[in-house]
């Protein structure tokens, strides 16, 4: 049985003063991490905050981190870093930083192995853009970044990792790719592991879907047999929105 985790990405939203208020609310309603793991993946300034206050059932991640240990990278940010402030996750490859980044499936690779180095839980983002869909290569395109960016990982690393499948075209846009899609491609992506490593690797493997999941449809996402949680962006900043999606994951 794979433990389902709702993760939200406030992305370049909230202050401080926001984030906080939002953690000490949710705080008092969250479910046990021993049925769900919950996470907020915030902007960096405010992560040491934010661990300070995670109580006993939060996690806190990062964004995105440098592949480095350190050195003349104006403006990014190190995994010997978030490790000593005590952050937990950090999600690599975002579509959002992929597009508008230039980040690399190699680069997205580094990152991956240096997050590990350094005991952090990576959430790898794949997904295909809607040109891509419509040309009916999706299962190819996003295997391919899954070929790449687990390149050299062994089964335990991989075992921890979560991916997060989610359609380029469903980020943002309220469309939400169907339960069907959406289980269908990471089936898929649980294939391509199952190839790569073993079945045993491929089975513990957490797979969330994310892209424009909300209240109103978490419920039928979750419910399908290969999706074990939600990557989510807007409907993450809300705290009843969050705890009503966390809570949908509880079996
Ligand atoms: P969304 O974002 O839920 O606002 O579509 C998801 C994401 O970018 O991770």
Redesign the pocket.
Known sequence: MRKPIIAG?W?MFKTRDEALQFVYNVNLKLPSNDFVDSVICAQSPILRDLVRRQGDSLRIGAQNMHYADNGAFTGEISAPLLENIGVEYV?IG???RRAYFNETDEAINKKIHQAFRYGLKPIL?VGESLETRQSNQTDEFVKNQVVLDLKGLGTEQVKTLVI?Y?PIW????GLTATSTQANDAIKAIRNVVRDLYDEETAEELRIQY?????PGNIKELLGMSDIDGA??????LEVEAFIQMVNAAVK
Do not use: M, P
């Not at 469903?170 to 846009?173: E, H, L, V």
């Not at 994310?210 to 909300?214: A, I, L, W």
């Open positions: 990405n992305k999600i975002h579509s959002e983002c997060a989610e469903a980020i943002g846009t994310g892209g424009s999941v909300k990557l989510i962006g807007g409907a993450s």
